[in-house]
């Protein structure tokens, strides 16, 4: 049953951990994503189909922004017999539920405590603020082990978790083996700080964006440094293979890509053979589009569009993201039978060593933390160093240039010049986009 996952079960405190630690059963959830690895295809889109039609059907009788947009594209979720017929069900943007608002947007008749609120931060465009079934965080909460799992770690390994603003309140529990380490200002001594922090708690495995483990291991090189992990596993960017062979030699490690999104998370990763990442059927429905038809395309590159099957607080249904992807038809012989897709683009992200020796995470930043003052927001890094911060205030502009820049240089050293400008607008790129971060080269 464990094939995929090498579960060794090394603690029962663990199990007690998992069983009581939150409401929600995380061993039954677990259990039953683990069972799925070792399903055949054929029964993994048996309980895709059922699933999908499930939330289409509740999507329509609770959600007012499904059931005016089914209505209109003539799509009866009562008679959806396939997942053939998948492709009439009409794509939503993140802009339209944003447009719609909650009244429209969250579902009727779920109890109140079972919405937990959450927000995209992302590298483009505005947030969206949304609810999460509380259901489907345990849900998340399991995936996340999952990968920890396929990665081949084991239950009770000791895990660091890089972040630039950690959860807060966060208690490492007497058998809590989960780390969280803060990359916030992280400079050359605080290199040296982590290196030993992974020593001291025998971290076995590391969790972070590629751009910021890449820049640690770059320096690691530098100065002759080498650890040994069990497993590395990098997300929220795309992962280029430069950063993966500079991160797999520092840390002498095998790295995992995935692919996850604060709509979704654990939607996607890569098994040891690295053919591709496997997406989850049961959790998800993933497709790629033709940017501009819609049409599905399989083996060819477009933009991903994402039904995740388990928020039934705030569905999510053929959601269109900001990634770029292709979706194989092909199969891994690893035996996961996860269909696979790879080349997830249009995460790029910088982290960069600063002349002065401060590497410069653009992920740990979080410009939305203030959402009632802002309406846009863009970092440019200029070729002479300069941080150029453009904002869109809500409110008087001053105050909110203020307290932007407030915020800005609790990240950022004094030495970094740091530039905040009211604009009206955030003007887009070539391609349409308007990322968070731009590097002028
Ligand atoms: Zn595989």
Known sequence: MFKHSGVRFK??????????????????????????????????RRIQFEKTKRLLIHAYENVPFYRKKFDAAGFNPYKFK????????PVTTKEELRNAGHEQTKAKGIPADRFVSDKTAGSTG????????????????????????RAGVSIGDPCVILRGNPPKGLK?????STYFYSTKKFEEEKLLDFLSFLKQKRIQIIDGFPSFLAAVAKKMREKGVKLKTKAILAGGEMLFPEQRKLIQEA????????????????IAMECNLHNGLHY????????????????????????????????????????????????HSGRCSCGLEFPLMSSVKGRVLDALWTRSGKLLDFNMLDPYEHYDMLD??????????TIEARIVPLGNPEQVKRAVEKELREYL????????????????DRTGKRPCVVVER
């Open 280 to 327: 989850d059927p049961t959790r998800f429905v993933v497709e790629v589009l033709d940017e501009k038809s819609h049409e599905t395309l399989v083996d060819k590159e477009g933009v991903v569009c994402l039904t995740n099957l388990e928020n039934y607080a705030m569905p999510f249904i053929r959601y269109l993201m900001n990634d770029r992807a292709v979706l």
């Open 172 to 176: 490492q529990g007497l058998f809590h």
């Open 413 to 428: 050293d004094s030495s970094i010049k740091l530039l905040v400008k009211a604009v009206d607008s955030i003007p887009p």
């Open 82 to 89: 396939s997942m053939k017929q998948y492709s009439s069900v």
């Open 251 to 266: 840390f002498s490690s095998e790295v995992f890509d995935r692919y996850g999104a604060a709509e979704g998370m654990g």
């Open 11 to 44: 603690s029962f405190l663990h199990y007690l951990h998992f069983r009581f630690k939150r409401k929600g059963d995380y061993w039954r959830t677990l259990l039953e994503q683990i069972s799925y690895e070792n399903m055949p295809l054929e029964e993994l």
């Open 376 to 385: 846009g927001f863009q970092m440019v890094l200029r070729k002479d160093g």
């Open 126 to 149: 505005k947030p969206l603020f949304f609810f999460k079934d509380s259901a489907f965080e345990v849900s998340e909460a399991c995936a996340l082990l999952r990968e920890h799992l």
